[in-house]
């Protein structure tokens, strides 16, 4: 058995020395590339500290297509960066946060969109390939993505194991050293140029009504955050960003929700802008579904933003 045990270890030894540069030749070209609509040049300029920026953006999807830090910087002469993560809630922004901070100067300000689902984490892990370059043999990540379903410890473990089956990512990884990608986002930031859809229709019509499910760990983590950015003397403004008026109504327990964040801005003295009767939302040319603005809703709002932040003298 030993001697079986010994003749495997050196056969599969040389395909593990083979498949690690393999794995670092795919990973280096898919992190500069487009791929998962954008979120790995997130995750790259994180890595790469190259934000370029001290004053942040924190949120959903409704933070990555509402803050543009080109009018941001237009209006107020300060870079902004925006880390909005597409479909994930503060369990994964946290992980971002904290990746953040390893690799980047500490934050002059973190401005952090707020939505409905910001406390409700969701069982599987959206967009998982947005990780695939940054994985492996990373602890952080892997604690958080493991909570998830998606990937297994060996996917964080085994270089190249991760990849298989993946064909569109490893064909975006080996495409980069033949035609390299244009960015698809602005400092994290990407307008939609959409107009009014049905989703609202349809969810009415086969649900009626949602009831957010809170996450008591995504709540915890939520605390701790606004209690350690305090203490490392961290600004954070909490903002709640324009939603269409009509659908405010969707969620059965909005009430709730809308009442604990302005609870925790009272009980952890930090602002919070809630922009959600703003006259924006009540126009539906400014959005392409009820939770998300298009370009000419979201410049427009940064401009009101930026000139908040400005009077309530929230801008270093």
């Known amino acids: 058995m030993k001697k079986f045990i010994k003749r495997l270890a050196l056969f599969c030894l040389p395909i593990l020395i083979l498949a690690y540069p393999v794995d670092l030749f ?11 609509d954008g979120e790995i040049e997130i995750w790259n300029d994180l890595y790469n500290g190259d934000l370029q920026a001290k004053h942040l953006f924190y949120g959903s999807s ?28 503060f369990y994964m922004q ?3 946060h904290e990746e953040m901070l390893k690799h980047n100067p500490k934050p ?6 707020l939505d409905m689902g910001s406390l409700e984490k969701r069982p599987d892990l959206y967009n998982k390939n947005m990780l695939l370059p940054f994985m492996l043999w990373n602890k952080t990540i892997a ?3 493991l909570t998830y379903k998606g990937f297994t410890k060996a996917d964080f473990m085994i270089p190249l194991y991760r990849y298989f089956g993946e064909f569109e990512a490893v ?15 602005y400092r994290g930031y990407k307008g939609r140029d959409e107009e009014w859809n049905s989703d609202l229709d349809k969810a009415k019509a086969e649900i009626g009504t949602y009831t957010v499910n809170l996450d008591s760990l995504s709540i915890e983590l939520f605390k701790e955050f606004l209690v350690q950015t305090k203490a490392d003397s ?23 929700i809308m009442r604990m964040y302005r609870d925790w801005s009272k009980e952890y003295d930090v602002p919070f802008l809630d922009y959600s009767q703003d006259s924006i939302s009540y126009h539906k040319e400014f959005f392409y579904n009820t939770m998300h603005m298009n370009r000419k809703g979201s410049e427009l709002f940064t401009e009101k933003l930026a000139k908040d932040l400005i009077k309530y003298e929230l801008l270093k």
């Open 26 to 36: 795919i990973s280096n070209g898919l992190r500069n590339s487009t791929y998962s």
């Open 94 to 96: 946290r992980l971002r």
């Open 62 to 89: 409704r933070a990555w297509v509402h803050f543009s830090p080109a009018v941001m910087e237009q209006e107020t002469g300060v870079p902004f960066y925006n880390l909005g993560m597409d479909a994930h809630n």
């Open 143 to 145: 604690d958080a993505a």
């Open 234 to 256: 961290i600004p954070v403004v909490l903002v709640y960003t324009p939603e269409y008026i009509e659908g405010q109504g969707f969620v059965s327990n909005r009430d709730e």
């Open 108 to 113: 002059e300000l973190i401005v952090l969109g």
């Open 171 to 185: 064909k975006s990884g080996l495409k980069y050293y033949i035609q390299p990608d244009d960015r698809f986002r």
